[in-house]
């Protein structure tokens, strides 16, 4: 399977220009230098830098310049840490992976996709020159099996448009299900050499969102232990209704480990390899309820799987966003931990 090179070992950096106050005051604070520089000491070679269409431009689609500004710092500190950046599309106007936004109509109105189009012109006439230490993401997290073959049409025209102006940037591309490696054989055939398929991991989805507030059916108080006893894991997924996640039931006594994570794996390398095309995770990782000597043996066995394949992919999330790697509840495993980022 190919590699994507430049993109190995990354961190996002969600909550900034992202899922994060619109405030001027935030904006400039959230984030700075000092936050890239720690994060080329812990040897990565890129960042994730989700984006909203809200710090860019008005919702009359009117362009917001102090938006740019953020995203041209971000990249000029990048440069001078040797960070390499993929800029991902985390919200549209007419679509967001959280349905709390607000946002919707987007696979289905011409004109909002027609906005997209014009959208990704902006970026590639802007950074598709950077395409040494620049990679694009065209939209985050797609939900609904249903609207696969809308994406996929929409997102042939979205790289028709960038490749005119950004011949070879690498273009990163995630299908349904929220990004799901089971879902990546239904992608449209690569469009060309430099393209990148995409997924996200939160496997065992029941440790790494354990008592999330913003998951139906998910206790607030649940509790799991990893590796744990996988009969736990049964026991409750049948009584939470989340099922629909995953059951659990093709696990092995043995519980969770590194096989655990090359098998849901195989699929979508399959898939990559036939094509021909890199693969990459561009989220992982584990929310703050879970204890962080177990959030620490959950990296090491997801990243032996990454490692064996050569798969790049970026943590989620460095900071706060109830999954922050630097926030003080994980101060006595970081060290340990950005070995296995």
């Not at 960070?83 to 959280?98: A, E, Q, R």
């Not at 099922?243 to 699929?267: C, H, L, N, W």
């Not at 309820?289 to 620490?296: F, M, N």
């Not at 999954?323 to 003080?328: A, Q, S, T």
């Amino acid at each position: 399977m190919r590699i994507f090179e430049g993109f190995q070992k990354g961190v996002d950096l969600g909550g900034w220009l992202s899922q994060g106050s619109y405030d001027k005051e935030h904006l400039d604070s959230f984030i700075g230098k000092d936050d890239i520089a720690t994060i080329a000491g812990w040897g990565c070679d890129h960042v994730r830098l989700p984006i909203d269409y809200n710090i860019f431009e008005t919702d009359e689609g009117e362009l917001k310049n102090e938006g740019f500004d953020y995203l041209d710092k971000a990249l000029e500190w990048c440069k001078e840490y040797k960070l390499n950046v993929l800029i991902d599309v985390h919200k549209v106007y007419g679509y967001s992976f959280y349905s709390g936004d607000g946002q919707e109509g987007f696979f289905d109105n011409e004109d909002l996709q027609k906005r997209f189009y014009k959208w990704w012109e902006r970026l590639a006439k802007r950074y598709g020159k950077l395409s040494n230490r620049v990679a694009f993401e065209l939209l985050n997290e797609v939900n609904d099996k249903e609207l696969s073959p809308k994406w996929n049409a929409i997102a042939h025209k979205a790289i028709e448009v960038i490749r005119q102006y950004a011949p070879d940037i690498k273009i990163v591309l995630g299908s349904y299900w929220n990004n799901s490696v089971d879902a990546l054989a239904d992608l449209e055939v690569p469009y060309d050499e430099n393209i990148v398929y995409n997924f996200h991991c939160y496997d065992p989805f029941m440790f790494t969102h354990q008592g999330a507030y913003w998951v139906d059916e998910m206790p607030h108080d649940l509790r799991l232990d990893y590796p744990g006893n996988i009969k736990d894991y049964r026991e409750s997924a049948k009584a939470t209704g989340l099922t629909r996640i995953q059951d659990y039931m093709d696990v092995p006594e043995s519980g969770f480990d590194t096989s655990y994570f090359e098998k849901r794996f195989a699929y979508g390398i399959k898939v990559c390899e036939e094509r021909n095309v890199p693969m990459y995770c561009g989220e992982y990782g584990v929310i703050d309820r879970a204890d962080p000597e177990q959030i620490l043996k959950w990296y090491k066995d997801i990243n032996a799987a990454f490692r064996k394949y050569n798969i790049g992919r970026a943590a989620w999330n460095y900071k706060e966003k109830d999954f922050g790697l630097i926030d003080e509840r994980m101060s006595g495993v970081i060290d340990e931990l950005i070995k296995y980022l």
